[in-house]
């Protein structure tokens, strides 16, 4: 057992290997080419591997990924399907109708579906081969600062081999101090260190809070006789039940190869009423006649769940500070009206790796060198796009005929509608008390309607996610109050965790004797979604990272 901490030094440090920061760290060893300029670049992933935590749709708008490998087809890029239609559908609780106007922002003809996990290996593979270090395995799990303590100067990578008494193993090994002139996170949303930094560094100044829908997701191998064999589109969106217009979210269903298609469907967290159940929403939405003909015959392969930024423009961050850049999904790029996230995710690692490089020729790593980057964001496409939906998540917040009001006028006025810069209001805040009576609730599901192969339940899902994680350590959920889980929160919101956790991580149990509610945790099936650290009404929760190769191992999502 060595105890010695041990230190590295790069000139960038990318922490994350997402879209976001795949695409900056392949620019910037480009860019690095053409000018002859010897870099060492490093990258860090908390998954196993390179895209066993990557989750999305995913249907990719391509531009990003043409500008940043023009030969994308020639080296293989994995794509699972080209879009040919669009489908729309409202549902109501047993009938669908298709929707005669589809709005242009989601005209996805000649986009592309993806895996994102398998795309990301795929950038990876990319990365790697341009001589960026990919260190997969690896969590950040603190920032350094230097002297002043507020220039980043790296990150602190988590320690391995603790036991569950805090106390190192026979196997323990130091997290390593990954020292860097310029610190690059693509965490993706809710990024655990981003959150650190915003506490330390004011970030989020003057911005609307960051707010965030759960997405819950399967790919599902379909019969070679399927929907898609006669079907006008390969895309297809659903709105309305089971959540109806009250909360925003939606359903998608996207063909992939093979027979094979992926189901998903996103909560706004905004939603009120704690009865709500994220995980039974989803399998409602599956039960639908309509959705349930589309995927009959078939058995999900995979499952897992993520949360997805959706604050967009306003409450994109400051995005450089000394030392360091924020890009992608933690620091809020989501081009909201068209529901996509990874193209300008990537182009905003992309526009970073520019003034990096700049900020490397110069020698100089402070912010104001590095607002290069912000100022190349306001001169971009990803500035246009995201400032076109500045407002929609805020309407699609609203309710009834307000929201289709605010969607629609914002629609004819290239995103300002009837009020510019409408407030959002943060997730932890907009759960009502049910002061004594549960309100018709969300979780009135039969649970009969689980097979086993379809259909499956909470602890099925989390096995076909391939989540794991070492039962014998600290847990990486902190509960900072457990005593307030089992009454105030049991008490008021009758334990919304039970229900927002798509993972079956909290579970409460009567005590057989005094039937007094307790807190049960299981850690160990949690899908690094973030919900729990957003959604939680007192703010009771943090989520941090487990050791580092822990988590989902996703491979088709
Ligand atoms: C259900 C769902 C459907 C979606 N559908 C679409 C779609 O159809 N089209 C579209 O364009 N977008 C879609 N999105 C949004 C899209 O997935 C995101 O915008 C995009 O993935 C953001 O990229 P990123 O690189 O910023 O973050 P991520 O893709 O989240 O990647 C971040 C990576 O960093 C790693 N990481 C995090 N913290 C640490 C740490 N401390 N140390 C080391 N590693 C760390 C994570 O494990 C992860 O691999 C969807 C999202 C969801 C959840």
Known sequence: MSNERESMEFDVVFVGGGPANLAGAIRLMQLAKEKNMNLEVALIEKGAEIGSHALSGAV??????????????????????????????????????????????????????ISLSRFVRWLGGIAEELGVYIFPGFAGKEVLYGDDQRTIIGVRTGDKGIGPDGEPKSNFEPGIDLQAKVTVFGEG????????????????????????????????????????????????????????????????????????????FLTGLCYRNPMID??????????????????????????????VSTGGYYSVPKLAVDGGVFIGGSAAMQYMPGLKGIHVSMKSGMLAAEAIIEALEKGSFNQ????????????????????????????????????????????????????????????CKTLEPLNGTPKETQSNFDTKAYDGVLYIDKLTSVYLSKTKHREDQPSHIIVHDTNLCVTECYNTYQSPCTRFCPGKVYE??????????????????????????????????????????????????
């Open 60 to 113: 990719m708008n391509p531009l990003a990924l043409k500008e940043l490998i023009p030969d994308y087809a020639e080296k293989d890029c994995p794509i699972e399907a080209t879009v040919r239609d669009d489908e729309l559908y409202f549902l109501t609780r047993s009938g669908a109708t298709a929707v005669p106007f589809i709005p242009r922002q989601l005209h996805n003809k000649d986009n592309f579906i």
């Open 278 to 307: 994220l995980y039974e929403t989803f399998m409602k939405f599956k039960l639908h006649p309509f959705v349930a003909d589309i995927i009959k015959g078939g058995k999900v392969i995979e499952a897992g769940a993520r949360v």
């Open 189 to 264: 949303a809710r990024g655990s260190l981003l959150k650190e930094i915003a506490a330390k560094l004011d970030i989020f100044s003057g911005k609307m809070p960051q707010v965030f829908e759960t997405g819950i997701e399967e790919v599902i191998q379909i019969p070679e006789k399927n929907y898609f064999a006669t079907s006008k589109g390969n895309d297809i969106h659903f709105m309305g039940y089971p959540i109806g217009l009250g909360v925003p979210g939606g359903g998608f269903i996207y063909e992939m190869k093979d027979n094979r298609l992926t189901i998903g």
């Open 508 to 557: 409460i149990e009567l005590d057989e004797k005094t039937s007094a509610p307790q807190l049960k945790l299981s850690p160990s099936n949690c899908l690094h979604c973030k919900t729990c650290d957003i959604k939680d009404p007192y703010n009771n929760i943090t989520w941090t990272c487990p050791e580092g190769g822990e988590g989902p191992g996703y491979t088709l999502l």
């Open 368 to 427: 104001e060198t590095l607002e290069t980057y912000p100022r190349l964001f306001d001169e971009s496409w990803v500035k246009d796009e995201l400032y076109e939906g500045r407002n929609f998540y805020q309407a699609l917040s609203k309710t009834n005929l307000s929201k289709i009001i605010f969607l629609g006028t914002q629609y004819v006025t290239k995103g300002r509608g009837l009020i510019d810069r409408m407030p959002l209001e943060e997730d």
